[in-house]
């Protein structure tokens, strides 16, 4: 083989393998094959997605202790925020207040219909769709629309799994159907790193309040 034809070979193989990592990391991350693939909460909303991933961390606390973090969390003018670095905030979407690191009492009663405000003036929301306190939380929306996306719809599930007495698994699962279907790259690779990014950033935050607060106790 020539050296103008192995450099190319090279460079193929290493196109593959970046394409490979960018198509995993868009669509899961910390969450096992069976996690990724197992039905969750929620997937019935949006039952044919053009695109979904899967995330999940262990927490070293029980379920009842990461559920007060989950169900408060929204836009931080009006909610707790989504725990994601506030210097990632204001980069990504510009200046906004940061998110809450403590459990704020008066955001813990959500009920199925109430909205989650994912913008300041409420223009881009979420409306819980199912919300069983310890276990999962369902957020939906159609008003999550990026260019040149024209329509889409997007589920969003927060689901705790019990291991054993002391410990939690969370999982993240993001369904989203939209149109044109041809914006597919510009989703999978901006959106959906922008997700890795984002919810991995989310996850860590959560366990470290959480076990945090377990220290304290």
């Given at each position: 083989m020539s050296g103008r034809a192995t450099r190319t070979l090279l460079i193929s193989a290493a196109a593959a393998g970046?394409?490979?990592a960018v198509?995993?990391?868009?669509?899961?991350?910390?969450?096992?094959?069976?996690?990724?693939w197992r039905r969750l909460p929620g997937d019935d909303l949006v039952p044919r997605?053009?695109?979904?991933?899967?995330r999940a961390i262990t927490i070293g606390a029980p379920p009842r202790d990461v559920w007060?973090?989950?169900?408060?969390?929204?836009?931080?003018?009006?909610?707790?925020?989504?725990?994601?670095?506030h210097w990632l905030d204001e980069l990504m979407w510009g200046k906004r207040p940061r998110s809450a690191e403590e459990i704020v009492?008066?955001?813990?009663?959500?009920?199925?219909?109430?909205?989650?405000?994912?913008?300041?003036d409420w223009s881009v929301y979420y409306t819980v769709d199912e919300v069983e306190p310890g276990s999962h939380l369902v957020l939906y929306s159609t008003r999550h629309v990026f260019p040149p996306l024209r329509s889409s719809a997007f589920s969003w599930a927060?689901?705790?799994?019990?291991?054993?007495?002391s410990a939690t698994?969370?999982?993240?699962?993001?369904?989203v159907?939209?149109?044109p279907a041809w914006a597919y790259p510009l989703v999978e690779t901006v959106i959906g790193l922008g997700d890795w990014v984002n919810v991995t950033a989310m996850l860590l935050t959560i366990r470290t309040l959480v076990e945090r607060d377990g220290s304290r106790t």
């Open positions: 970046t394409a490979a198509h995993r990391l868009a669509r899961r991350s910390g969450a096992t094959g069976v996690e990724a997605p053009l695109w979904q991933s899967t007060p973090w989950i169900v408060q969390m929204g836009f931080p003018t009006q909610r707790a925020g989504w725990y994601t670095p009492p008066e955001l813990q009663d959500l009920k199925v219909g109430d909205t989650v405000p994912d913008s300041a927060f689901v705790l799994r019990p291991i054993g007495e698994r969370l999982l993240v699962r993001a369904r159907d939209y149109a």
